[in-house]
């Protein structure tokens, strides 16, 4: 049988760089597991408008179909920022979103004890972190129509966004949650406003049918999302699985990102419907953006990237001794005092380049073999 397929979507900033890092791991899985795959890059955001200009080509955007998965670093930067909306370089990973239907993301928020310190929560209270958010991703606000600026009657603008879901969106995302929380704890909590919402109303109606009828033997909860921002700075261990809609997952994904001290630790994925071979259609990338400020200059934590490949091993070739090789690695790492600069508290420790990071996680990956 062919290799699984692996495209890289470096994109920008510092993008190219942590992926670099990511290439060191995969190629280790190779060597030394015996497990390759078959690997191909392209263009995604400013620097595929620099070349083509537009932020994804439609010969990308196929060979992405085509892809087992696709692994993406980042994308934007200050000197695209004056681009018409339509070609700005995050248009290029909605519509990696979009098209390949990627509904469920994924977003971890998991506290590595080396780090506990870090969050601006008490000790006490981020210690042993592990949860899971489950964001709808490919409908709701972002995607509802009609949306735009238009002229009101009062000789100004009205801005309008639409928020809508069908059935069928909130099931498939449910369905998600419900099978992740199986893997885990088996609890998991749905977060809307159904209290001013009508969607809302529809989405916690839709997701308990999917309770009652496909997983009575799940856990699940329901808290209106404001409430659960609250929560989730108030006591975050008393979840496992968030399930929530498009935008209320976006705020309540950072939100729990800040828990664990640094965007650079945090990996993501967005999974969609099974292709034909059983994979699912998948995108796997850190949380951290671009950070344009620090591009090239060998600072960038590539964590969060070598991590979004622990879940593609994870979620897409169901690889998941390997992830968890992969996160031990990295947790021993940070046990040992590597830092990067991202995360060099009052006690110091010991500093590293974003390649000295990714050497030293190869370092550890050789010596869980041993």
Known sequence: MANP??????????GPEVMAEVKKIIAWMGSRRGIRFSVSEDLVGGCAYDAHGTPL??????????????????VGGPKYDKLDFSVKPERGLLRLRKEMD?????????????????????????AGLDIMIVRELTGGVYFGEPRGIFPDNEGGRVGINTQRYTTNEIRRVARSAFELARRRNNKVCSMEKANV??????????????????????????????????QLVRWPKQFDVIVTDNLFGDLLSDCAAMLTGSLGMLPSASLGAPMKNGRPK??????????????GQGKANPIACILSFAM?????????DEAARVEKAVEKVLADGVRTADLMGPEG??????????????????????
């Open 102 to 126: 990627l509904y469920a993301n994924l977003r971890p928020a998991q506290c590595f004890d080396a780090l506990a310190d870090f969050s601006s929560l008490k000790k006490e209270i981020i």
């Open 5 to 14: 397929s692996l495209l890289i979507l470096a994109g920008d900033g510092i």
């Open 197 to 230: 919402m009508e969607s809302g109303i529809l989405w916690r109606e839709e997701v308990q049918w999917v309770h009652d009828n496909e997983y009575p033997d799940v856990e699940l909860s329901h808290m209106y999302a404001d409430a659960g921002a609250m």
């Open 312 to 320: 593609a091993l994870r979620y897409s070739f169901d690889l998941g």
């Open 282 to 295: 998948a995108l796997y990338e850190p949380v951290h953006g671009s950070a344009p400020d620090i591009a």
């Open 57 to 74: 080509t439609d010969e990308t955007m196929a060979r992405a179909q085509a892809a087992d998965a696709v692994l993406l670093g980042a």
């Open 349 to 370: 420790g010991k500093p590293v380049s974003t390649s000295g990071m990714g050497d030293a996680i190869v370092t550890a990956l050789d010596a869980s073999l041993a």
